[in-house]
């Protein structure tokens, strides 16, 4: 897994993207600590389960070759459970008293915001892997997910071309729904249409019938959900049940909200934004697949955090083996000069930023599911108009 600076990855070497081999011998005295918070518990634990998993994936694919430069990875998960006060308990405890060499995880803005509040302060490198509204811009933070123009900039005017002019975006009220709404409506205005009504709502709602109301007196083209976690299953449940005309759209759903939160077929038809779908057809996705159904069930999904954050698991090995250390400004240096071979495709991360270019896909959800791909525009830079770091 030796690398050297700005040399480029292969999914069959510091990747790490290929099949279990047999098992190294490790230093088992010389261990890399890495701490992960998820949401298993809370409104994002329909995410959690799924994330948390592909870093036992990404840390036994590690383990089974060598570790990391022969250090054995020892991962500690811990429940955030979507609370301000759960991820920064859990992060401090990763960090103080189990001293993770690596903090990552985390999916709602809260999350990330609470962690970063423990590991900034201590510049402790953390890696997030969830697409977010932007505006971190901290030395040590990496971000895997992207920001909003990596999904919105080519995703609206496609829209325009192929769905309709008129948008109505219902969301959750928070950091990322708010930000993203906002350029949801200039791209709109931008590309000859118009965004004609935006609803958000607080966690935990469960009546969006007026919304629904408002939603049909305006008779838009589209309706655009950015309403999240188990809130996004009573969301769809109602439109489905007001037997709304408009269109399905987001950047927010995956196939294991898809597969396993609604009933059968009630998300067909739907189109989402991501960086990544299982249903990616390349030698590096494949074996990413197959080896996370080997480990978790065949017809176990992976969806595009979980995915981000597999990938930059294999970011910081590749890291440390190029750096030889954990040291934190090393790590990051040598981070934001590589080029990795993913499962969705060919990604890397901006050292003006730390946030990775990642891949920009449209998908459409069939009857079981899962997602046919329908257009995939490549890597996206990020554009975060407040965070310079070079």
Request: with cysteine; aromatic share 8%; glycine share 8%.
């Amino acid at each position: 897994m030796s690398i050297s600076r700005r040399q480029m990855l292969k999914s069959t070497g510091a990747a790490g993207v290929l099949a279990l081999g047999a098992p190294s011998i490790l230093r088992a005295a010389d261990v890399i600590n890495v701490g992960v918070t998820a949401p298993l518990t809370g409104l994002s634990a329909i995410l959690g389960e799924t994330l948390a998993n592909c870093y036992k994936l990404a840390a036994a694919q590690l383990n089974a070759d060598n570790g990391i430069g022969g250090r054995e990875v020892n991962l500690i998960i811990e429940d955030n459970q979507t609370s301000t006060k759960g991820a920064v308990d859990k992060a401090r405890k990763l960090l103080f008293s189990d001293n993770v060499d690596v903090m990552m995880g985390g999916i709602l803005s809260l999350e990330r915001t609470a962690t970063l509040s423990v590991t900034g302060p201590a510049k402790k490198l953390y890696i997030y892997p969830t697409y977010y509204e932007g505006g971190e811009c901290d030395p040590f933070m990496i971000a895997t997910g992207g920001v909003p123009n990596q999904q919105i900039d080519n995703y609206v005017p496609w829209l325009v071309e192929n769905v309709g002019k008129t948008c109505y975006i219902q969301g959750s009220d928070y950091a990322w729904a708010q930000v993203s709404s906002k350029i949801i409506q200039e791209a709109f205005e931008k590309h000859g249409g118009e965004v004609v009504g935006v609803d958000l709502f607080p966690f935990g709602t469960q009546d969006y019938g007026p919304s629904m109301q408002k939603v049909r007196e305006v008779d838009p083209d589209m309706v655009w959900t950015m309403v999240v976690g188990n809130d996004a299953i009573t969301a769809v449940k109602q439109y489905r049940s007001f037997d709304m005309k408009p269109a399905y759209v987001t950047q927010a759903f995956d196939e294991v909200f898809t597969t396993s939160a609604l009933p059968d077929g009630e998300a067909e038809g739907m189109l989402s934004a991501q960086s990544y779908f299982t249903t990616i057809d390349s030698p590096e996705n494949n074996a990413f697949v197959a080896a996370y159904r080997d480990m978790f069930g065949e017809n176990a999904l992976v969806n595009s955090i979980s995915e981000a954050a597999y990938t930059g698991f294999m970011l910081y090995a590749a890291a440390v083996e190029q750096t030889g250390g954990t040291s934190d400004p090393e790590l990051v240096e040598a981070i934001t000069s590589m080029t990795l071979e993913a499962p969705q495709g060919t990604v890397s991360v901006s050292p003006e930023t730390n946030i990775m270019s990642t891949n920009s896909i449209i998908g459409r959800v069939r009857a079981d599911g899962l997602f046919d791909i329908v257009e995939n525009f490549g890597r996206i830079k990020a554009n975060d108009p407040n965070c310079s770091l070079s």
